[in-house]
């Protein structure tokens, strides 16, 4: 026999060890089983064995040593099972492995120093386990790895400038550990690392301190990069030749700079941008919205951003989710937002802005959620408000407006958060034809009687105070 493959065949109970007794196996796979127990030792007679696939099991104990003399094994798949212990020094005997899939175990201890052994190893994941201790210099001569999934674990120890040498590496995931220290992110000794073939490069929750002066260069496959939730201080360079590039999220860290006006170059297919809570102050150049005309989902709340919204934002037409909350942002809201057609979030809320909401706004027929709340605004609310079917969350507090809210703001049947409250609006509130969790209009000049509420089965937050409605408050259930 040389190919046993019993996957997703319904198996229970433990692994017969007279599987080890077929000194011809090539192939052995019992993925997506119910098998328990422990990996039987017998296994170490299957000398000819190229590929063990254990995926997707209840698999559990330790790794038997003799797993080392699985001498012409390549590719190893243990992934998701409850397996302990520390299988990868005995790992090291087996010259030929290309595959080692460890993933969503409980192993645990340190990844060896020579792991550089595994000369031909292409693919190598310990995502979701308790490994920890230094990530190893010799991963460096990893030359054939292609993909390094580190994630999730408890690694601590993290050399400036590591993976610089894996120049065939697409996937790197160090991301969820606990990596503190200086870092160069794809870069080293203040030179870009040459990684022609990455797509995917995530590094973040991390504790990360100091991000050395870089910029992303001539990386022109690289698709996926996160750096987010460490704590990096430091200034970002431009981005340059890099047009693969979808998603780019530096959030939660107290980075300066990036997109600036020099040297950031056309970035086609970036889909996602993300700088929220950060320190940055030039987020917003006015060549960015010439140079990433595909955005959909641009962050830069948080930040330190003055002066108004450039006019160049205009080519963002693509554009699904824009925050650019607790800010300084000054000026009007300019009429171009009116014309961002795919709109489904828009968050404005705590800057200093002036005037009132363009009319044309009330063409964002896609738009589900709007927060203006405390960005000083005024006059009154642009008519029309009907045309925001799609609406669920309207956020208006704490600004200037006035005037009376108007009636066709009830025939929004989505709307289930309505937060009107600190401005000057008078007159009744309108008739609520949806089924609101959260109505918060306190703080206004509104008067009249609040009947409605007995059409309210859903509402979980009712303010009403310092108005001057009448009347009896009928009874709710909430």
């Known amino acids: 026999l040389i190919y046993l493959d019993l996957s997703f065949s ?3 109970g433990s692994i017969p060890s007279e599987l080890g007794g077929l000194p011809y196996l090539s192939l052995l796979s019992l993925e997506a089983n119910f098998l328990e127990g422990s990996l039987p030792s ?78 031909y190893l292409a693919s190598f994941s310990v995502r979701s386990n308790q490994f920890g201790g230094k990530i190893p210099p010799a991963v460096d001569d990893l030359v054939n790895l292609k993909l390094c999934d580190l994630s999730h ?32 992110v794809l870069s080293y000794q203040d030179e870009p690392i040459d990684l022609p073939n990455l797509e995917y490069c995530d590094y973040s929750n991390n504790r990360f301190t100091v991000l050395v002066h870089f910029s992303i260069k001539n990386l022109n496959k690289l698709k996926f990069y996160d750096i987010s939730n460490n704590n990096m201080t430091g200034v970002m360079g431009p981005v340059q030749n890099t047009n693969a590039l979808q998603y780019v999220n530096c959030s939660n860290n107290r980075l300066t700079g990036f997109l600036g006006e020099q040297g950031t170059s056309y970035l086609p297919n970036l889909a996602v941008l993300d700088v929220s809570n950060n320190e940055f102050t030039n987020a917003l150049s006015s060549n960015l919205g010439v140079g990433v005309p595909m955005i959909q989902v641009f962050n830069v ?54 005037g009132e909401i363009p009319p044309n706004l009330v063409n964002l027929a896609q738009l589900q959620e709007l927060d203006l709340s405390s960005c000083h605004l005024g ?80 509402l979980q937050l009712l303010n009403v105070r310092n108005n001057q409605f009448e009347g009896v408050v009928p009874p709710l259930e909430f």
């Not at 918060?440 to 007995?454: A, C, H, P, Q, Y």
């Open 301 to 354: 709340a948080n930040n330190r951003l003055e002066g108004p919204f450039p006019p160049a934002l205009f080519n963002l037409k693509r554009l699904v989710s824009f925050d650019a909350s607790h800010n300084r942002m000054s000026g009007t809201i300019p009429d171009y937002v009116g014309k961002f057609y795919y709109l489904k979030s828009l968050k404005l809320n705590n800057n200093l802005l002036s």
């Open 153 to 184: 674990n408890q690694f601590s120890d993290y050399r400036l400038g590591a993976f610089s040498h894996t120049l065939g590496l697409v996937y790197l995931d160090i991301s969820y550990n606990y990596l503190t220290g200086r870092h160069a």
């Open 42 to 119: 017998s296994f170490g007679n299957l000398t000819q064995l190229k590929l063990l696939n254990m995926k997707g099991n209840s698999l559990s104990g330790t790794i038997p040593d003799t797993i080392g003399n699985c001498s012409q094994l390549q590719s190893l798949d243990l992934s998701f099972n409850a397996f302990t212990g520390n299988p990868l020094p005995s790992l090291l005997r087996i010259p030929y492995l290309g595959k080692i899939d460890l993933s969503y175990n409980q192993f645990q201890g340190m990844i060896p120093l020579d792991i550089n052994r595994l000369a």
């Open 10 to 12: 319904g198996f229970s």
């Open 379 to 458: 006059g009154t609310l642009p008519e029309g408000l009907n045309r925001l079917q799609n609406i669920v969350s309207l956020r208006l507090s704490n600004n200037r407006f006035s005037g009376e809210i108007p009636d066709d703001l009830g025939t929004l049947r989505n709307l289930v958060e309505l937060r009107l409250d600190g401005n000057d609006f008078s007159g009744g509130l309108p008739l609520l034809h949806s089924d609101p969790f959260v109505v918060d209009v306190s703080n206004n000049r509104l008067e009249g009687t609040l009947d409605w509420l007995t059409l309210s089965i859903s």
